[in-house]
């Protein structure tokens, strides 16, 4: 099976622009999470979709948003680009498999990630 | 509360060496666990995983156990290689949604 894809791979923006980026999950995974990393910060969460809703989320401001298409598609969307916003955009997919232990497991499966620096 | 925390990098050693990356894990139950490498420029790659406990995962040489009387799933690798440099992040299942819980990432230097 191919794996996660994300478009673009590189992306140069200036403050106050938005930009869009794009992740193929793995095929049948159904579920899609996004990330951003940054060397001060960490991989830190931004929100999850499964079945074309929004299924958790985390501390980001409003200008960071997502959606999910009927196919597992996701987007990712960020409003008004702050000098803070550059990093490196992580998309995951996953699929819940039974686990060892009778309940279920989740594995995320990543992208390369998109590089996105704001001038 | 629910973390995950790995011992602090960079870890420093020559080829040939035997690594350990520690990490533990703060939980109420029995959570799955995971390691997973991203090498430089590259995304995260799932090394490996133990879903319950005792289990012992294994890949590319590392392996982990799940302890789950010292809540711990450290690294190991016996013999490390210039191309197993480095950061590698520990994480674990969540409780109440299946999100994953994310260490802090500990980067590995391979001296040949």
């Known amino acids: 099976k191919a794996g996660v894809t994300q478009t673009p791979r590189y992306l140069i923006k200036t403050r106050g622009q938005q930009v869009t980026l794009s992740c193929s999950p793995i095929?049948?995974?159904?579920?899609v999470s996004w990330y951003q990393q940054t060397p001060g910060q960490g991989l830190q969460f931004l929100f999850e979709?499964?079945?074309?809703?929004?299924?958790n989320k985390g501390n980001f401001p409003g200008r960071f948003s997502g959606r999910q298409f009927s196919n597992s598609r996701s987007e990712m969307n960020v409003s008004t680009l702050e000098l803070g916003d550059s990093a490196l955009y992580l998309c995951a997919s996953s699929l819940l498999e039974p686990g060892l232990a009778g309940g279920l497991v989740e594995t995320q499966y990543f992208g390369p990630g998109t590089r996105l620096l704001v001038l | 509360g629910n973390s995950v925390t790995q011992m602090e990098g960079p870890v420093t050693l020559s080829e040939e060496a035997f690594l350990t990356i520690n990490c533990t894990y703060t939980a109420t139950g029995y959570p799955s666990l995971f390691w997973y490498v991203q090498y430089p420029g590259e995304g995260l790659q799932l090394l490996l995983k133990?879903?319950?406990a005792d289990d012992k995962g294994s890949n590319k040489g590392f392996e982990a156990t799940y302890r789950k009387e010292t809540t711990s799933f450290h690294l190991e690798k016996g013999s490390v290689q210039v191309s197993d440099s480095a950061v590698y992040f520990c994480a674990r299942q969540g409780d109440s949604n299946y999100q994953l819980i994310w260490g802090a990432g500990t980067k590995l230097i391979i001296k040949p």
């Open positions: 979709y499964f079945s074309e809703t929004q299924r």
């Open positions: 095929s049948g995974h159904r579920s």
């Open positions: 133990a879903t319950k």
